[in-house]
């Protein structure tokens, strides 16, 4: 029984997140209207979400699937890829698997947050796999809060 519970102390620790890393916990998406996509015509994004520490992993509930999602114009499949995220200040640095690039994730304190593309982000593998470079239109990106129960 003692080692039971010393066992059950060591998850808890090991699992448990950083304080900047748990103020971000959720799902934030942005859905671009028409509307939006005809003022910004150079931005290929029209969708993109970003799942923090929701959802049950792989291997069962404490692997917690931390990855971000985007849908483009011309490409209705909804690609993604899982990201490992460390605390550096009050942002976040999330690098994306399979050399998928590096976003920037800050709280802009208002149930949204900003999004900065550090230099690309590639959605989806291999030849099927759509890159966007950080330049104009593919910057920056503002998501909002949405239930957590809208990731998987």
């Not at 103020?23 to 509307?35: I, L, M, N, Q, T």
């Not at 985007?70 to 460390?86: D, E, M, S, T």
């Not at 593998?125 to 890159?131: F, I, K, L, V, Y």
């Given at each position: 029984m003692k080692s039971c519970l010393v066992v059950a102390m060591g998850l808890a620790?090991?699992?448990?997140?950083?304080?900047a890393e748990a103020s971000f916990k959720g799902c934030y998406e942005r859905v671009y209207d028409k509307a939006y996509l005809r003022k910004h015509r150079k931005q290929d994004l029209n969708k993109i979400r970003l799942?923090?520490?929701v959802g049950k992993g792989l291997?069962?509930?404490?692997?917690?699937?931390?990855?971000v999602d985007a849908g483009f114009r011309k490409k209705p499949i909804y690609r993604g890829n899982l990201v490992g995220c460390k605390t550096e200040g009050d942002e976040l640095s999330c690098g994306i698997e399979s050399d998928g690039g590096t976003l920037i994730v800050t709280d802009r304190g208002d149930n949204s947050l900003r999004i900065t593309n550090s230099a690309y982000m590639r959605f989806g593998d291999g030849d099927s796999a759509t890159t966007i470079k950080a330049k104009g239109e593919h910057r920056e990106f503002r998501l909002f809060r949405i239930s957590e129960t809208a990731c998987p």
């Amino acid at each position: 029984m003692k080692s039971c519970l010393v066992v059950a102390m060591g998850l808890a620790v090991l699992f448990q997140a950083p304080a900047a890393e748990a103020s971000f916990k959720g799902c934030y998406e942005r859905v671009y209207d028409k509307a939006y996509l005809r003022k910004h015509r150079k931005q290929d994004l029209n969708k993109i979400r970003l799942q923090l520490g929701v959802g049950k992993g792989l291997d069962g509930p404490f692997e917690l699937l931390d990855r971000v999602d985007a849908g483009f114009r011309k490409k209705p499949i909804y690609r993604g890829n899982l990201v490992g995220c460390k605390t550096e200040g009050d942002e976040l640095s999330c690098g994306i698997e399979s050399d998928g690039g590096t976003l920037i994730v800050t709280d802009r304190g208002d149930n949204s947050l900003r999004i900065t593309n550090s230099a690309y982000m590639r959605f989806g593998d291999g030849d099927s796999a759509t890159t966007i470079k950080a330049k104009g239109e593919h910057r920056e990106f503002r998501l909002f809060r949405i239930s957590e129960t809208a990731c998987p």
